[in-house]
């Protein structure tokens, strides 16, 4: 009897990548089967699988956790949660749907210290430079496999707008949503632009 997740005859039960492992399958009695074959390999050869209750979780997509069920690994048993990481990116249990709450939590911080750092009065284009170069990655980590939503989107926008207009003391309420696009999309090309378009309005407010 086969265990896991399968596509015809494929076996697409078990994701690997470095140390990081993800069991796959449509039932609690199956992904309780693949658990005993990782603890039957590690008694097999004498090693050990780390189990971190932080790390080790369990998460159900399609339909709510069936907390009723325990499922066991190294005699210990893994806890059902709402969110899952994997490899950087989080899923929400269900829906299956991206959260991006930790990544919009790094990049304000990541851009709030760039801004104490450099201090009062210091080079729009160059804190520009640092905000696209060392937070935008942190934002935009792993978009390539986001399910992304118009809650998401909205998140991305805001998190980006804000810190623009921070870096240009922007304090006009209509959005920059032609700034923002071209930046995401063509950073290297819209980056001059954008930025002495926001110089601009930043004396026009002057003014």
Known sequence: MWY?????????????NADDIALLSASCYGLQRLTNICDQYRKQWDCLFNFNPTKSQLVTFGSPNPTACEIHINDKVILWVGK???LGVYFR???GLTDITDSTRKFYGKFNNIMSTLGNGSC???ALHLTTTYCLPSLLYDCEVWHLTDTNMHKIS?????????IFFMLLERECQTITVFLLLNPNIAYHSAAQIAILEKDLLVR
């Open 4 to 16: 896991g997740l399968h596509i015809g005859q494929l076996f697409v039960g078990c994701a690997v």
């Open 124 to 126: 729009e284009i160059t």
């Open 93 to 95: 249990c269900n829906t």
């Open 158 to 166: 805001v998190a980006w707008n804000s810190c623009f207009r921070r």
């Open 84 to 86: 899952i990481k994997y």
